[in-house]
């Protein structure tokens, strides 16, 4: 089955310097990686995603890579601002009609120091 | 609309006690699925439902039971407990499971078991 790996477990950054967490899976057939962010006490809420047809996607101050070859998708946050602090989790699927199982990785713990 | 409803939002449970832990959602979505968290582990998928009358196991379903006889509610049942199922665990739901369709999370449910 499919496993998610996420690095790092925890990032420290200055206010506005920009922050990337790196994610790999293992199953070729994932074509779906969304991320998602849960803040202290709260529940984890979807913030970007891409397909496998896609190498790139933006969202204001962040993006999401893939490169499926070699089967890491990565999340950057430029200008990063206190409120990004959150966990952060990658995930991966195949999501067709007859699995539909969302792994995730093992989150990854943003503080943004002002 | 309410989303994804989840009841108790904390438990205490002792060894061997069985309770169920509800999941309700008033959204129509066909795809519904149950997490667990725990520090370090990330998310980790016990069981999912691609409609209703149709279960799936996770990566983690040993302790749990699921059964899916309406859309709308999806209940999670702990036959005996044990300490090893103390955790968090996290309701979803999604219109399907196609790649187009995000998973919306309910806010929790806190089980400390004793």
């Known amino acids: 089955g499919e496993n998610v790996e996420q690095h790092p477990s925890t990032l420290s950054v200055q206010e506005g310097d920009s922050a990337v967490i790196k994610c790999t899976y293992s199953?070729?057939?994932?074509?779906?990686f969304p991320w998602y962010k849960q803040e202290l006490g709260k529940r984890p809420q979807l913030i970007i995603d891409?397909?496998?047809?896609?190498g790139e996607k933006k969202d204001q101050r962040i993006a999401v890579t893939l490169n499926k070859t070699a089967k890491h998708f990565s999340l950057h946050i430029t200008e990063t601002q206190p409120e990004d602090s959150a966990v952060y989790f990658c995930a991966a699927s195949s999501r067709s009609s007859n699995t539909g199982k969302l792994i995730f990785g093992q989150g990854t713990t943003l503080q943004v120091k002002p | 609309n309410a989303g994804v409803t989840q009841t108790p939002k904390f438990q205490v449970l002792k060894t061997g006690q069985s309770m169920t832990l509800q999941c309700a959602q008033d959204m129509n979505h066909e795809y519904m699925s149950w997490y667990r968290q725990d520090p370090g582990m990330g998310l980790r998928l016990i069981h999912y439902?691609?409609?209703?009358?149709?279960?799936d196991q996770g990566e983690v379903p040993n302790g749990y039971n699921v059964s899916r006889s309406t859309t709308e509610d999806f209940p999670l049942r702990l036959l005996s407990a044990a300490p090893s199922q103390t955790s968090v665990y996290f309701c979803?739901?999604?219109?399907?499971?196609?790649?187009?369709?995000?998973?919306?999370f309910g806010n929790g449910t806190r089980l400390t078991v004793t």
């Open positions: 979803a739901s999604s219109y399907s499971n196609m790649i187009n369709s995000p998973l919306h």
């Open positions: 199953d070729s057939a994932s074509n779906y």
């Open positions: 439902s691609v409609g209703a009358g149709i279960t």
């Open positions: 891409i397909r496998s047809n896609v």
